[in-house]
């Protein structure tokens, strides 16, 4: 996929997702819009990065970098960063997440009917070992950091 293929869906995410804001969250799509073009300019600022730096990371290792630099509180503009992006919903972000997923997972149903009930059984253990691992997890750092 070429850069203007990437940019293009980019833009189109973006639009869903300030829909998405608008409907589900009553978010004026004129407040979000800085939010939305901070968040837009991490994820190109990482897709570029993992394709300039020569070590072989995915995309999301530098996207999620940037966005925790930009947000260290006393990293300059960390602040106006934060708030610009909190005025994106995170259940909104999700909502073309989940339907790009479910039209990828669509394209490959044939293979999925190959591996027929033995894939239910896997998916449940691994959902379910997810859930309590993180819950474990949380449970213990609330309970070093004092939160519980």
Request: net charge positive; glycine share 8%; hydrophobic share 50%.
């Given at each position: 996929m070429d850069w203007r293929d990437t940019l293009k869906i980019l833009v189109i995410v973006a639009a869903i997702t300030l829909?998405?804001?608008r409907i589900g969250f009553k978010v004026?799509?004129?407040e979000a819009i800085p939010g939305m073009l901070v968040l837009l300019g991490i994820v190109i600022s990482g897709l570029v990065l993992a394709k300039l730096i020569p070590v072989k990371l995915p995309s999301i290792v530098y996207i999620s970098l940037i966005g925790i630099i930009l947000t260290i509180p006393g990293f300059p503009g960390a602040a106006w960063?934060?708030?610009q992006a909190n005025k994106v919903q995170?259940?909104?972000l999700c909502t073309p997440v989940l339907a790009y997923a479910g039209i990828a997972s669509g394209?490959?149903?044939d293979d999925?009917?190959?591996l027929g009930w033995r894939i239910i059984?896997?998916?449940a253990f691994v959902f379910?070992?997810?859930f309590i691992g993180s819950a474990v997890i949380a449970q213990l750092v609330l309970k070093l950091t004092g939160q519980i």
């Open positions: 829909v998405g804001n004026n799509p004129m960063f934060t708030a995170f259940l909104a394209k490959d149903l999925f009917k190959k059984v896997v998916s379910i070992g997810t």
